[in-house]
C-alpha cells in the first residue's frame, strides 16, 4: 500500500499553510477537547488531534470490516448471556486480578437475585466498538485483524462524524475535488443515539431520562455531547452524573426502578467505569445499585466481562464459536477470519508453551493485561521482563498473548496543538461501531453505525487518542 500523498509530503511551506488550514476547519467543524490544564471546563478548548490528509485504507478490507459487525454484537450478546462460559473462561483471572473479580463478584449477585435477567420484558443495549489492524503479509497482500472489542465507553463516535469534512476542506483547498468526494460521510453518533433511544423506547416511560455517567475531569466532552444531542433532538433528555452523585442521591424503588434526584432513569449510559483507578468503595457500590436496577445498562456487567481479553483470548479456540453461534458457519467463518493468534497463560502446559515462544521470539508477541482505555500492553524488552517475573507465578493468568500484528508504514502528518508541523512514518488502526438491542430474547436491532480510523506515528506501539498518542482519521477507500 503506497501513501498515496508521496509527493504533497515534501512541500514543507506547503505542508504549513495546509496545515493552518486544516486546523481552523477542524476548529470550526467542533473536532473539539477540553485542555489538559483544564479538564473539567470548556472556557478554554483545543481541537483533537487529527492527521493532515486521509489515510489510504484497501476498500475490501474496509468492506470486510462492516460486513463482519453484526456477527460480533451477536457473539458479544451470545457471551453476555452465557454464565457458565463466563464463569469458567474467566475462572482463573479473577483469582489474580481484583478489578475483574470485583466486577464479576456484581455479576454474580444480579444473577443470584435474578434481577429481570430472563424476563421477556428486560432489555439489553450493546454499543460497542471493533478495532482493526492491517496485517502486512509476507506475499504483500494486507489483512484485516481484530486488535479488541471495546465493550463499554466506546469513545469517539462524536468526534468522527466531524472530521471527514475536515479532509475534503484540505483536499479541495488542493482543487483535488475528485478525491476529496471519495472521503466517506460517517455519522456514529447519529447510530449510537439511535440505539440509545430504542433501548428508551422500550423501556416505556416517556418522562424517564438517560443517565450518562461521566468523569469528574472529561477532556471528550464534545464526543459525548454529540450523542446528547442527538437524543435530545428526539426530545430524550440526558442527565450527566458521577458514580459520586450515584451514590449520594441514586435509589431504587420496591419494583427496581432507578431514580436520580427524584427523576426515573430508562437507561444508563457508561462513559466511565472501564478502568480500576475510577472505582473507590463508594464507586463500586453505585455501579452495584445501576445493575441492580431495572434501568437499561450500556453496557451491563455482564457484557463488560464479555470484553475482557481472556474472553476474546478463549473464543479464538478450536470449535468455540460454532458453541457459542450454533447453526451459524458463516458468520463464525467471518468472525474467525479477523483472529489474529492469541494464547492463555493459565498455569500448566499450554501456558508454559506460550511463555516458551514469546521468549524465543520476543519482537512477534504483546503482552495484554486485562485493562481498557490504551497504553497498558508490553512490547519487547519489557514483555520478556514481565514474563520471566511472572512465569512461574499464578498472577500470569491475569495476561493473555497475541502475535503482533505487523502493518505497512505509510507517510501524514498529525497535528497537534503546540508541535511543529512533519511527516511521520504512520500506522492505522480502524474502528467499526455497533449497536444492538434485545428485549428479553429477541433482537430488535443489529446494526453497524460508522466507523473510526485513528492513526500514530510507529515510535509508539501502544495507546489511543485519549492516551495522547493516536490522532483521529479518516479511511481513503483503495
Request: charged fraction near 20%; charge should be negative; include cysteine.
Amino acid at each position: 500500500m503506497a501513501t498515496g500523498w508521496g509527493s504533497l509530503l515534501q512541500d514543507e511551506r506547503q505542508l504549513e499553510e495546509l496545515a493552518r488550514q486544516a486546523v481552523d476547519r477542524a476548529l470550526a467543524e467542533g473536532v473539539l477537547l477540553r485542555t489538559s490544564q483544564e479538564p473539567s471546563s470548556s472556557n478554554v478548548v483545543s481541537y483533537a488531534p487529527f492527521t493532515l490528509f486521509p489515510s489510504l485504507v484497501p476498500s475490501a478490507l474496509l468492506e470486510q470490516a462492516y460486513a463482519v459487525q453484526m456477527d460480533f454484537n451477536l457473539l458479544v450478546d451470545a457471551v453476555s448471556q452465557n454464565a457458565a462460559f463466563l464463569e469458567q473462561t474467566l475462572s482463573s483471572t479473577i483469582k489474580r486480578d481484583d478489578y475483574t473479580a470485583r466486577l464479576f463478584d456484581i455479576h454474580k449477585q444480579v444473577l443470584k437475585e435474578g434481577i429481570a435477567q430472563f424476563s421477556p420484558q428486560t432489555v439489553f443495549l450493546g454499543l460497542n466498538r471493533s478495532d482493526y489492524m492491517f496485517q502486512h503479509n509476507a506475499d504483500g497482500s494486507p489483512a484485516l485483524k481484530q486488535i479488541e472489542i471495546n465493550t463499554i465507553s466506546a469513545s469517539f463516535g462524536g468526534l468522527a462524524s466531524r472530521t471527514p469534512a475536515v479532509h475534503r476542506h484540505v483536499l479541495n483547498v488542493l482543487s483535488k475535488t475528485k478525491e476529496a468526494a471519495k472521503i466517506l460521510s460517517n455519522n456514529p453518533s447519529e447510530g449510537l443515539a439511535l440505539g440509545i433511544a430504542k433501548a428508551w423506547e422500550l423501556y416505556g416511560s416517556a418522562n424517564a431520562l438517560v443517565l450518562l455517567i461521566a468523569q469528574e475531569k472529561e477532556r471528550n466532552i464534545f464526543d459525548q455531547r454529540a450523542i446528547e444531542n442527538e437524543l435530545l433532538a428526539r426530545n430524550i433528555h440526558v442527565i450527566r452524573r458521577r458514580f459520586e452523585d450515584v451514590f449520594e442521591k441514586g435509589s431504587l424503588d420496591q419494583d427496581r426502578r432507578l431514580f436520580m434526584d427524584g427523576q426515573e432513569v430508562a437507561v444508563v449510559y457508561f462513559r466511565d467505569g472501564y478502568m480500576p483507578s475510577q472505582y473507590s468503595q463508594q464507586n463500586w457500590e453505585a455501579r452495584l445499585l445501576l445493575e441492580r436496577s431495572c434501568a437499561v445498562k450500556c453496557p451491563d456487567i455482564a457484557t463488560q466481562l464479555a470484553g475482557t481479553k481472556k474472553v476474546q483470548q478463549e473464543l479464538s479456540r478450536v470449535g468455540m464459536l460454532e458453541v457459542l453461534l450454533p447453526g451459524q458457519p458463516q458468520a463464525v467463518a467471518r468472525l474467525r477470519a479477523t483472529f489474529a493468534g492469541l494464547y492463555s497463560l493459565d498455569m500448566g502446559e499450554e501456558g508454559d508453551q506460550a511463555i516458551a515462544k514469546a521468549l524465543a521470539a520476543p519482537s512477534r508477541f504483546v503482552l495484554k493485561p486485562q485493562r481498557e482505555g490504551g497504553g497498558n500492553n508490553l512490547y519487547g524488552e519489557e514483555m520478556v521482563q514481565a514474563l520471566e517475573q511472572l512465569k512461574d507465578s499464578e498472577e500470569r493468568a491475569s495476561y493473555i498473548l497475541m502475535e503482533k500484528i505487523e502493518p505497512e508504514p505509510f507517510g501524514n502528518c498529525l497535528l497537534r496543538p503546540g508541535s511543529p508541523t512533519r511527516v511521520d512514518q504512520c500506522i492505522s488502526e480502524l474502528g467499526i461501531f455497533g449497536v444492538y438491542v434485545r428485549q428479553g430474547k429477541t433482537l430488535v436491532m443489529n446494526k453497524h453505525v460508522g466507523h473510526l480510523l485513528r492513526t500514530k506515528a510507529i515510535v509508539h506501539a501502544d495507546g489511543g487518542v485519549a492516551a495522547g498518542v493516536a490522532v483521529l482519521d479518516n479511511p481513503y477507500p483503495v
